[in-house]
């Protein structure tokens, strides 16, 4: 009988080295952290860096990312749902538009988006099953046509879009007007999206005795504090030889403050004592 030759044996041990190795190969891709590891687009951020071997937390497979995984964390963070800049998220219905992840650990899962939310609020109207939030939808989207085609400088906000301006911007900001609601709670009419400062704002001139149209004095301007020390400071207290002051009153502000600057009073400089 003769012997199979060494070249022989040697390339039967090399062809099951290779199915020995491939099927190794393939029992290691069918771990799920082996497979997460192959389609992880980025790394995640710090905050979800816990979830990297656990793709499933928030993945459903063929739908991506769905809003009930993120509630499955997220809906008892009474922090974010008692504060009135972030309650809104009770009632929006998608995360990852807002919320993206896979961009590094040091990048905040967090990017404010209103176009996305006034886009969210138009397609949960029309995902109602009740027909007045139905026709309150058309309705909008009748004054955004309106606005989009034709619409002249007067009627639009040049840096905010007109379904941006469907938003309800004193349900999230109201705790930061520095108006005081004296001019109302449409906010687009001057503000962008972008930024609270407006670049085209000019202030009425220093000769203007009208700043009390504007400008809430503040809390301590209602107490003693004003007569014994606001009026002592800016030299109008009410004494027997300065009758011209005597009557000065808080909503004077421009008997005693300069528009460059609050704490710039008049005949005195800079002072702050608040």
């Keep these: 009988m003769r012997l199979p030759s060494k070249r022989w044996i040697i390339g039967v041990l090399l062809i099951l080295a290779v199915l020995t190795g491939t099927v190794w190969r393939w029992s290691s891709l069918r771990r799920t952290s082996t497979w997460q590891r192959l389609a992880s687009p ?69 990017k404010m988006d209103h176009l996305a939310l006034a886009r969210f609020g138009l397609r949960e109207l029309n995902d109602a099953a009740d027909s007045e939030r139905r026709q309150v939808r058309g309705q909008l989207l009748g004054w955004i046509r309106q606005h989009l085609v034709g619409a002249g400088p007067e009627t639009r906000h040049k840096n905010i879009t007109s379904e941006e301006m469907i938003l309800d911007c004193a349900s999230c900001h109201s705790n930061q007007d520095k108006h005081f609601k004296l001019f109302g709670q449409d906010c687009a009419q001057c503000h962008s999206t972008a930024q609270w400062a407006i670049a085209e704002f000019q202030h009425p001139s220093p000769r203007s005795t009208d700043c009390a149209q504007c400008h809430q004095a503040p809390p301590s301007h209602y107490m003693m504090h004003f007569e014994m020390v606001d009026k002592t400071v800016a030299g109008k207290a009410n004494a027997p030889g300065n009758p011209c002051c005597a009557d000065v009153q808080v909503n004077q502000c421009y008997r005693c403050h300069q528009t460059n600057a609050w704490n710039d009073i008049k005949g005195v400089g800079w002072y702050k004592h608040h």
């Design 42 to 110: 980025g790394e995640l951020s710090l905050a979800h860096a816990a979830l990297k071997e656990n793709c499933a937390a928030c993945h459903t497979p063929v739908k991506g990312v769905e809003a009930v995984n993120c509630a499955v964390c997220h809906a008892s963070n009474e922090a974010l749902l008692q504060r009135q800049p972030t309650a809104f998220h009770t009632h929006i219905q998608s995360c990852s538009q807002c919320h993206l992840e896979h961009e590094g650990a040091n990048r905040r899962p967090t």
